[in-house]
């Protein structure tokens, strides 16, 4: 059965998983990294090759100060303490989003995280910070022109080859699989150029609860799917 190269999962409803037992949202958000750490384990014994896991958005920063400085303070943690493991395990982490803007402690330790993973090739692990698809796009039509602005880029060379060389994502096959936990149906902003022919799943299960069996459930729906990518 197909397996597919990309998962890419918008982990939504943390925040409902604290408050159904009358814990604080961090509480729901701790429980969220737990899940990212086995389902990033079970992605690899899968055989899928990039994971992508939309971490916090540009729009997350609208959430009150202390919830975005708790994220700011798990993710942090989370770099410290797992990245010896995913370094054993073969994973590679690669950031898409523009996380420079982040705490400079924390940008450093990322980049630390990058470097020392960077030899693997097991399982690529996208974390998607500070991301936001419509910002993406935007600077990629800066980019593209400024160039022709400059007398260095012709439009009617413009295609989709280049415009995807110019993505975040530039290195990285596109998801063949979108999964969104939680009962909402939405792309919040994320991947909208990349998901151009992503199978899309829409699970109930909020994002604390999603483990190893539920994405091995996915990876079996996303199996049982005709793709025909505009053909017949
Ligand atoms: C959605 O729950 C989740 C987020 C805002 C992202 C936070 C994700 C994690 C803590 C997992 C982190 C993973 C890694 C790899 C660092 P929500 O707060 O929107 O839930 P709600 O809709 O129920 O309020």
């Given at each position: 059965m197909a397996v597919p190269r990309h998962v890419a999962i918008i982990m939504d409803g943390n925040g409902r998983w604290a408050k159904k037992r009358m814990l604080p949202r961090i509480a729901g958000h701790r429980k969220g990294i737990e899940a990212a750490r086995n389902v990033t384990?079970?992605?690899?014994?899968?055989?899928?090759?990039?994971?992508?896991?939309?971490?916090?958005?540009?729009?997350?920063?609208?959430?009150?100060?202390?919830?975005?400085?708790?994220?700011?303070?798990?993710?942090?943690?989370f770099i410290q303490t797992d990245i010896e493991e995913l370094a054993q395990n073969g994973v590679r982490l690669r950031i898409i989003?523009?996380?420079?803007?982040?705490?400079?402690?924390?940008?450093?330790?990322?980049?630390?995280?990058?470097?020392?993973?960077?030899?693997?090739?097991?399982?690529?692990?996208?974390?998607?910070?500070?991301?936001?698809?419509?910002?993406?796009?935007?600077?990629?039509?800066?980019?593209?022109?400024?160039?022709?602005?400059?007398?260095?880029l012709d439009p009617a060379t413009i295609d989709e080859a280049?415009?995807?060389?110019?993505?975040?994502?530039?290195?990285?096959?596109?998801?063949?699989?979108?999964?969104?936990?939680?009962?909402?149906q939405r792309l919040s902003n994320f991947m909208l150029w990349q998901l151009a022919y992503a199978e899309l799943l829409f699970v109930d299960t909020l994002w604390p609860d999603f483990g190893v069996q539920s994405l091995a459930d996915a990876v079996a729906d996303y199996g049982a799917r005709e793709r025909r990518f505009g053909g017949l």
């Open positions: 384990r079970a992605a690899g014994d899968l055989g899928i090759e990039v994971l992508t896991l939309y971490a916090f958005s540009t729009e997350n920063w609208r959430r009150p100060a202390e919830e975005v400085n708790d994220l700011m303070g798990l993710l942090r943690h989003g523009n996380y420079k803007a982040l705490a400079p402690d924390l940008v450093a330790l990322i980049d630390g995280a990058i470097e020392r993973t960077a030899q693997n090739s097991r399982t690529t692990l996208v974390i998607a910070l500070n991301y936001g698809s419509q910002a993406e796009l935007v600077s990629v039509m800066r980019d593209v022109a400024q160039r022709a602005r400059d007398g260095n280049m415009i995807d060389n110019l993505l975040d994502t530039h290195d990285l096959p596109p998801p063949d699989l979108l999964i969104r936990t939680s009962g909402e």
